[in-house]
C-alpha cells in the first residue's frame, strides 16, 4: 500500500499512540492487556483493528474518556491533528470535567510533604505508632 492510499484499518495500540492517549506503543498497550481500553463494550486486544465510527472507554490515569473513532492514522501526528482522529461524547466530556474539578478540589495530602521528615516529625511518628 502506498502513502497516498487511504488507510481503513489500523491496529488498536496503533491508533490510541496516535490519537496521543498515550505517550508510547508500548504503554498503550498495557493499557490494553490491563483491560482499561474496551472498544464497543468489550475488552480488546492490542491487534484489535480500528474502523471509523467504533466506540471506546478509555482509562488514563485517573481520567476516563468516552470516544466515538472518527478517523484512523498509523502516524503520530501534531496534537491539534490527533484530534481530529476522535470525538468525545457529550456524557463522557462532563464526566471527564468533574473528574478534573474532583482531583483539583481534593489535593494529594503528601504534596505538601517537602524532603525529609525532620527530628520532632520522626518523633511524632514514633509517638503515633506506639514506638
Known amino acids: 500500500m502506498?502513502?497516498?492510499?487511504?488507510?481503513?484499518v489500523v491496529r488498536l495500540d496503533k491508533w490510541l499512540w496516535a490519537a496521543?492517549?498515550?505517550k508510547t506503543r508500548a504503554l498503550?498497550?498495557?493499557a490494553i492487556e490491563?483491560?482499561?481500553v474496551k472498544v464497543n463494550d468489550s475488552v480488546a486486544k492490542p491487534s484489535r483493528d480500528i474502523r471509523g465510527g467504533e466506540r471506546m472507554h478509555i482509562?488514563?490515569?485517573e481520567l476516563t474518556w468516552e470516544v466515538e473513532v472518527l478517523g484512523v492514522n498509523d502516524q503520530r501526528r501534531p496534537a491539534s491533528e490527533a484530534r481530529l482522529l476522535y470525538r468525545e461524547t457529550p456524557e463522557g466530556?462532563?464526566?471527564?470535567?468533574t473528574q478534573i474539578e474532583q482531583r483539583r478540589?481534593?489535593?494529594?495530602p503528601s504534596f505538601d510533604?517537602?524532603?525529609?521528615p525532620t527530628k520532632k516529625d520522626r518523633r511524632l511518628l514514633q509517638r503515633w505508632r506506639g514506638e
Do not use: C, K, N, T
Request: charged share 35%.
Open 2 to 8: 502506498s502513502r497516498d492510499e487511504v488507510i481503513a
Open 20 to 22: 496521543r492517549f498515550f
Open 28 to 30: 498503550a498497550q498495557e
Open 34 to 36: 490491563r483491560g482499561r
Open 59 to 61: 482509562v488514563v490515569g
Open 93 to 97: 466530556a462532563a464526566r471527564r470535567m
Open 105 to 108: 478540589l481534593a489535593p494529594e
Open 113 to 116: 510533604l517537602q524532603g525529609r
